[in-house]
T-cell receptor, first 112, second 113 residues
Framework: DVKVTQSSRYLVKRTGEKVFLECVQDMDHENMFWYRQDPGLGLRLIYF???????EKGDIPEGYSVSREKKERFSLILESASTNQTSMYLC???????????FGSGTQLSVL | GENVEQHPSTLSVQEGDSAVIKCTYS??????FPWYKQELGKGPQLIID?????GEKKDQRIAVTLNKTAKHFSLHITETQPEDSAVYFCAANNGNAGNMLTFGGGTRLMVKP
């Protein structure tokens, strides 16, 4: 069974902390994505990567960075967490960019 | 960039009834329109998708229709069952910017037994 695995289901951090969200996929997909999900706003793209060490900004990259050192792993980094980054974070992967995305179960991040 | 609007935000139907969720998009270059279902505690899962060269697509109890002229597409679920209860998201690709998906705001569907 194909899988996208996010390291934490729930995470609580303090304002100003550096936060790492990890995502691993086992489908050998080229493309990986980080989305943020907020009620009524749907899913908004933060960053995506179409190859190892490659990254592109999505619609809301401010306050975030990413790292893709290996094909199967894509990390989202909050350099200095703020309360407005409290949200559900979803990682996804796909073989074709923008099509047939496979999502992880999400990480609910609370920044206090 | 692309803008996708989805209605209604919540929908309650009786088991066995039909449910319809509608989306509009703004980018005339969009040519791929998927629908995702998100069950409680899980990530979204692709349930059906349609390309702009097709007006309708069916898969058992679900169907999607596309009107390119009006820039809207809809998800139809017939003979709804309690397990259809979930949040549904429509999306459209951005044909001129890397083929990224823009998602609608989501519809919470509740099917009452």
């Amino acid at each position: 069974d194909v899988k996208v695995t996010q390291s934490s289901r729930y995470l609580v951090k303090r304002t100003g902390e550096k936060v790492f969200l990890e995502c691993v996929q086992d489908m050998d997909h080229e493309n990986m994505f980080w989305y943020r999900q907020d009620p009524g706003l749907g899913l908004r793209l933060i960053y995506f990567s179409y190859d190892v060490k490659m990254k592109e900004k999505g619609d809301i990259p401010e306050g975030y960075s990413v790292s893709r050192e290996k094909k199967e792993r894509f990390s989202l980094i909050l350099e200095s967490a703020s309360t407005n980054q409290t949200s559900m974070y979803l990682c996804a992967s796909s073989q074709i960019r923008g099509e047939k995305l496979f999502f992880g179960s999400g990480t609910q991040l609370s920044v206090l | 960039g692309e803008n996708v609007e989805q209605h209604p935000s919540t929908l309650s139907v009786q088991e066995g009834d039909s449910a319809v969720i509608k989306c509009t998009y703004s980018d005339s270059a969009s040519n791929y329109f998927p629908w995702y279902k998100q069950e409680l505690g899980k990530g979204p899962q692709l349930i059906i998708d349609i390309r702009s060269n097709v007006g309708e697509k069916k898969d058992q109890r679900i169907a999607v229709t596309l009107n390119k002229t009006a820039k809207h597409f809809s998800l139809h679920i017939t003979e709804t069952q309690p397990e259809d209860s979930a949040v549904y998201f429509c999306a459209a690709n951005n044909g001129n910017a890397g083929n990224m998906l823009t998602f609608g705001g989501g519809t919470r569907l509740m099917v009452k037994p």
